[in-house]
């Protein structure tokens, strides 16, 4: 059988194609590395998903290559099985949607033209984008109403141009110590706005709504209630679902596609034929899949005749911080409010989106707030030391823990601004290292550049501002170019221009004439925000383009 | 430090370990009976508690996503812990009395791998406090310590 459509990965870049092609009448297929979990199969095991990593791959069995770059270009080189340095997020129908937190920000017009609006930034290569945010727009408000995006609409300065007034479903229900937070913002002069979650608050869409269980990030969603894309989108089409298949080549002509290879669970090797393939692995997957099918018309890999495939990959620049209350501090009725457990504190500040320093204008950020995650392991075990460093045990660490857990709650906050596209930040395979498939694994060479830590520390001190105003104690926060596993993009950036990105506009390849790529790979610059809506409405823009071409 | 010496894998803690005080005497010990007395020192409010601590240890030692050289490490700490005692004191740290042992734990804290297995143990006890009954060693006790308001959906099976 030739399918219309072939989809690799079925997280938010590869989902609204299956949902919007397979409901077009389209014969889709999607192959899914992982496996397929439905509602009933989640819990908030903390165990299994946050110690022992349930849905990512055991790295003895696949791993990363990391090649850390510092300023002065020397290489420290990990291999992240020995060191458990991880970039997997969630390997299972859905893809790392299924566990995202759902903090939903689109991206602003300015972001769809950095170089222009901002200027050149030495090192780093900056670019507009192909298209502009009013060409986007139509498809972030598709995901309000299709993947379910629940807030509260709040003017401020940086809110972006809206073609409906307000959001179209309800804001979650939230913890009253927003209204403290919401206090000390207005007393700073800060415009405060209720977070945008893609998590429903009540019934809707044939999903149930909300159950406010307490977890929420790095857990699936055991309601439905989360936009994740096997929830909001795979579960409503007919796309022929394929998991446990872990596609290592891809085959083509001079032109075009043929077939994809994948191994199933047991090791042995299929093939699918298609008119058209979608590549959606997540950013370092898709470039490493494409570095791995080089070919005879194609000795770079498959789309990499300019040696683009790989280039400029970037993650989210920022960090995180957190300021602690006590009971010491509160009277018994705001103790009360501040552990109530269940209600969402979603709040976020956008004040220096864009901001002026020495009488030139920088690209700002995000900062999201929210309350620690309810995980105990992480809030008992930081309790192992004392205030030398050293580690205690027995009663001290007894007292230690319960005074930390019972009497006090802390508030953090992370920043997103941009992580610049460099010429050291990219992806490629390593000649040695293979999988437990026998296929080279990946490369992750890694830069930040200095840029990204100025404009952090800059949001990072106006959420210290907020966190002192409110009273938290023990305020401290890391800014750094640590890169967020859960944050990537960039490696197969689109552009007008063949000879310097790999997709045109619609996130087809500029080589092949049946190949895209809608995953964050196509992101030639990330903005200030996390990236999955961008990823759904992007997604469901290409899917526009396909169902005219197979029409 | 960590990879200084490797041990026997096979039937680790009923195992028999020999501890040489470098002068040719031995000492034997177990690691059961090591792990279990260590465990009671470093925090004897799980046993208060009514946790299962020896069982978790045992779904530790044979998990699947335990990395070898983490179960490794608890292995190599056992051995490595009974040496210092027989160094500072003469003999196995499970023949020792509870402020002797709390020199030991004292002495090896200052140390690298000493604070890591320290670390270890303690986050492994930890885990075996608060880890859902469907692990079969707390029915919630811990989370009752700590006022803790469980996720829900709980698990239907461990995952091991």
């Not at chain 1, 309000?144 to 179209?168: D, N, Q, Y």
């Not at chain 1, 055991?222 to 994740?228: E, I, M, N, V």
């Not at chain 1, 683009?308 to 957190?322: C, D, M, P, R, T």
Request: glycine share 8%; charged share 25%.
């Amino acid at each position: 059988m030739i399918y219309d459509v072939c989809i690799i990965g079925s997280g938010a870049g590869g989902s609204p194609i299956a949902y919007e092609l397979s409901n077009a009448g389209f014969d889709v297929v999607v192959l899914e590395k992982g496996k397929y979990y439905k509602e009933e199969d989640f819990s908030k095991d903390e165990i299994a998903v946050s110690r022992r990593n349930k849905f990512t791959p055991d790295l003895k069995d696949e791993k990363h290559i990391i090649n850390e770059i510092a300023q002065d270009g020397s290489i420290s080189r990990y291999d992240g099985y020995e060191y458990s340095w991880s970039f997997w997020n969630g390997s299972m129908v859905g893809g790392s949607s299924n566990l995202m937190s759902g903090y939903f920000h689109r991206l602003k017009p300015n972001d769809f033209k950095l170089k222009s609006v901002y200027g050149e930034i030495d090192g780093a290569n900056v670019v507009d984008w192909p298209i502009s945010y009013d060409e986007l727009e139509p498809y972030y408000e598709k995901v309000e109403r299709v993947v379910g995006v629940s807030g509260k609409i709040k003017k401020h300065k940086f809110l972006e141009p809206r073609s409906t007034t307000e959001f179209p479903y309800v804001k979650l229900e939230e913890n009253g110590v927003t209204a403290w937070f919401d206090k000390a913002c207005e007393e700073l002069g800060f415009e405060s706005f209720a977070t945008p979650r893609a998590i429903l608050p009540g019934d809707a869409l044939n999903r149930k709504g909300c159950s406010y269980s307490n977890f929420c990030g790095s857990f699936a969603c055991a309601t439905g209630a989360k936009g994740g894309a096997r929830a909001a989108l795979l579960q409503k089409c007919d796309a022929k679902i394929i998991s446990e298949a872990f596609v290592y080549k891809l085959y083509s002509d001079d032109v075009s596609v043929k077939k994809a290879y994948y191994y199933d669970k047991d090791k042995n090797s299929h093939t699918i034929e298609a008119k058209i393939f979608v590549l959606a692995a997540q950013a370092i997957e898709s470039s490493r899949l494409l570095l791995n099918s080089a070919n005879k018309h194609f000795p770079n890999g498959l789309a990499n005749s300019n040696k683009q495939v790989g280039k400029n990959l970037i993650f989210s620049a920022g960090g995180s911080g957190e300021g602690r209350f006590d009971f010491k501090d509160l009277d018994i009725k705001q103790q009360k409010s501040l552990m109530q457990t269940g209600l969402f504190f979603n709040r976020s500040l956008q004040n220096d989106y864009e901001f002026e320093s020495g009488g030139k204008k920088y690209k700002g950020g995000t900062t999201d707030f929210l309350f620690e995650h309810q995980n105990l392991l992480p809030r008992v075990t930081r309790e192992f030391y004392d205030d030398e460093g050293d580690i205690i045990w027995g009663d001290e660490l007894r007292d230690k823990i319960h005074k930390s857990i019972t009497s006090s709650r802390r508030l953090s906050f992370e920043v997103f601004n941009d992580w610049l596209p460099t010429d050291r930040c990219f992806v490629s395979v390593d000649d040695k290292e293979k999988d437990m498939y026998g296929v080279h694994v990946g490369v992750i060479n890694l830069y930040g550049h200095p840029h990204d830590l100025e404009v952090g520390e800059h949001l990072a001190q106006k959420a210290v501002d907020i966190l002192e105003k409110m009273g938290t104690r023990d305020i401290n926060y890391s800014i750094s170019s640590s890169p967020p596993s859960n944050l990537v993009a960039g490696g197969c950036r689109f552009g007008d221009d063949p000879k310097t990105s790999v997709l045109d506009k619609n996130c087809k390849a500029h080589e092949l004439n049946n190949l895209y790529v809608t995953d964050a790979s196509f992101m030639p610059t990330g903005g200030s925000v996390p990236y999955t809506w961008t990823i759904y409405a992007n997604s469901f823009r290409v899917a526009e383009i396909i169902k005219k071409e197979l029409s | 430090m960590f990879s200084r010496r490797k041990f026997l894998k096979a039937g680790f803690l009923g195992s028999i370990i020999f501890i040489s005080n470098g002068c040719g005497a031995f000492s034997a010990t177990t690691p059961k009976e090591t792990l279990t007395l260590l465990q009671e020192d470093l925090f004897p409010h799980a046993n208060t508690m009514g946790i299962n601590t020896k069982k978790y240890m045992q779904i530790i030692l044979k998990h699947s996503r335990v990395s070898d050289e983490d179960k490794e490490f608890i292995k190599n700490g056992v051995k490595w812990l009974n040496e210092d005692a027989v160094l500072l004191f003469d003999t196995t740290y499970v023949k020792l009395p509870y402020t002797k042992r709390q020199e030991v734990l004292k002495n090896i804290s200052k140390t690298k791998w000493g604070k890591g297995f320290i670390r270890d143990n303690l986050t492994y006890i930890m885990e075996a406090s608060f880890c859902d009954p469907v692990y079969g060693v707390a029915n919630g006790q811990g989370w009752e310590w700590l006022d803790f308001k469980v996720g829900l959906p709980q698990p239907k099976e461990a995952y091991l």
